[in-house]
C-alpha cells in the first residue's frame, strides 16, 4: 500500500518561512502529479499548489509569490516552500499524489494525513 508522509508543520509567526516535505512510499508505483492542499476547520480543502512530472507548476492566487512547490524524484518528494507567511495561511496542509501502480494503466489519488501550520500576529 502506497503512503505518504508530511513532515515541517509547526507554529511561526507572520512574515516567517516553513519548509514541508511530503514522502512517498510502499509498494511500487510511479509518480505523476504532486500536490498541496489546505483545510482550516470549518472550511473545504483548497488546492494550495500542485506541479507535474516536467515541474510545470501551478498556484493558488492567494499564495503566488510566496509559496514555492517542488519535487525530487529520485526521492519521490514534494516540497512546499512557505514565505512571508500570513495568519491566513493557518490551516492543516495535505499532500496528494497522482500515481500509478501495477499493471500500470489506472491513476490512483492518495493523501497524507496532513501537518499543521499555525501562523500567529
Known amino acids: 500500500q502506497v503512503q505518504l508522509v508530511e513532515s515541517g508543520g509547526g507554529l511561526v509567526q507572520a512574515g516567517g518561512s516553513l519548509r514541508l516535505s511530503c514522502l512517498v512510499s510502499?509498494?511500487?508505483?510511479?509518480?505523476?502529479?504532486m500536490g498541496w492542499y489546505r483545510q482550516a476547520p470549518g472550511k473545504e480543502r483548497e488546492l494550495v499548489a500542485t506541479i507535474t512530472r516536467s515541474n510545470e507548476t501551478n498556484y493558488a492566487d492567494s499564495v503566488k509569490g510566496r509559496f514555492t512547490i517542488s519535487r525530487d524524484n529520485a526521492k519521490n518528494t514534494v516540497y512546499l516552500q512557505m514565505n512571508s507567511l500570513k495568519p491566513e495561511d493557518t490551516a492543516v496542509y495535505y499532500c496528494n499524489t497522482e500515481l500509478r501502480t501495477p499493471p500500470w494503466v489506472a491513476q490512483q489519488n492518495y493523501w497524507g494525513k496532513g501537518t499543521l501550520v499555525t501562523v500567529s500576529s
Open positions: 510502499g509498494s511500487p508505483f510511479t509518480i505523476n502529479a
